[in-house]
């Protein structure tokens, strides 16, 4: 025979229903409440976020010429004739101070009219201007300036500039990543001191890549002579490196109640003390809710309705 009454089912109930608000009172924490509850998604610590650059310096191996002729003629015909008559030379004399074949490449093929525009009158085409330009790998850096000096006397009378490069620069780029991770932790560092907390372990780095390689140095070539080659200086490339870095804050202000949680005027901080909000029930532990004295303990389970009859 089971036994149960309208009260006992109401204390049921409400030990069940403090027992589902405790076990959810850290979720609640983190919104209202601290930073520190372990319910939060960062392991319930306080954390900083920091940017840190580095930067290496490295010789350069190699360059690329932009280089090219460019010819004039009254006809198209004529003046694409005389441009590939010259730059067909040029290339032959790149091969000729070693340049291989697959690092020359056409950058450009232009063939433009010229106009004369005269006062009061329609302009006139009066020639045509052939443009061919080519990209150079100059992979002996040091026989840079007698390369330049071939190209010209082949017949190459345009030079757009010289850009270097590194091969593989891969151990200049790892330089500038330790760099730029002794700058993020330098400054998480000096925040977490002036914070009065201090800088606990490193939790997430993330590489930013960046949006160009190395920097190239351009310079101008200035035209061959005849009593020596042209003096190229190749100077140093900048490797550069950047890097987002998270850190743990370890101290007693680490864990303050976090602000916020509410827009506009005042909110009920009950929370924030761990206080029950509202008409919350009472936790279980109370006496509120239990069986009067005399009164049975029933087990858990569905209580009939009041005036129900008790089942045998």
Do not use: W
């Not at 052939?130 to 345009?158: C, F, T, W, Y």
């Not at 590489?207 to 140093?236: H, L, V």
């Not at 303050?256 to 827009?263: I, L, S, V, W, Y």
């Not at 929370?271 to 239990?290: N, S, V």
């Amino acid at each position: 025979m089971m036994i149960t009454t309208r009260r006992t089912g109401q204390a049921i109930f409400a030990m069940s229903t403090a027992l589902a608000l405790t076990m959810a009172m850290p979720a609640m924490a983190q919104q209202g409440g601290t930073m520190c509850s372990p319910m939060a998604g960062n392991g319930g610590m306080s954390t900083i976020s920091v940017n840190g650059t580095g930067e290496a310096r490295i010789a350069p191996d190699m360059a690329t010429i932009q280089l090219g002729v460019t010819t004039q003629a009254e006809s198209a015909a004529e003046a694409m004739k005389q441009n590939a008559e010259r730059q067909t030379a040029v290339i032959a004399a790149l091969g000729e101070a070693g340049i291989e074949q697959a690092d020359v490449q056409t950058s450009g093929l232009n063939l433009n009219p010229m106009m004369d525009y005269g006062e009061n009158r329609a302009p006139t085409v009066v020639g045509y201007q052939a443009s061919n330009m080519v990209s150079v790998r100059v992979k002996e850096i040091g026989n840079l300036g007698q390369v330049m000096d071939a190209i010209v006397n082949a017949g190459a009378n345009e030079i757009n500039g010289i850009s270097f490069q590194r091969e593989d620069g891969s151990d200049a780029e790892d330089d500038a990543r330790r760099k730029a991770v002794e700058d993020a932790r330098r400054k998480a560092e000096v925040l977490a001191e002036a914070s009065g907390l201090t800088l606990g372990p490193v939790l997430s780095l993330r590489d930013t890549p960046q949006p160009e390689g190395p920097r190239p140095m351009m310079m101008e070539a200035r035209a061959a002579s005849d009593a020596a080659s042209t003096p190229i200086a190749a100077g140093e490339l900048s490797m550069s490196a950047q890097i987002e870095a998270e850190y743990a804050l370890i101290g007693d202000g680490a864990c303050a109640p976090r602000k916020g949680g509410h827009h506009g005027g005042g909110h009920d901080k009950s929370g924030e003390r761990g206080e029950p909000a509202g008409d919350m029930p009472p936790p279980m532990g109370t006496d509120q809710g239990a069986p009067a004295p005399g009164e049975p303990v029933v087990p858990m389970g569905n209580a009939p309705e009041e005036g129900e009859a008790p089942s045998n």
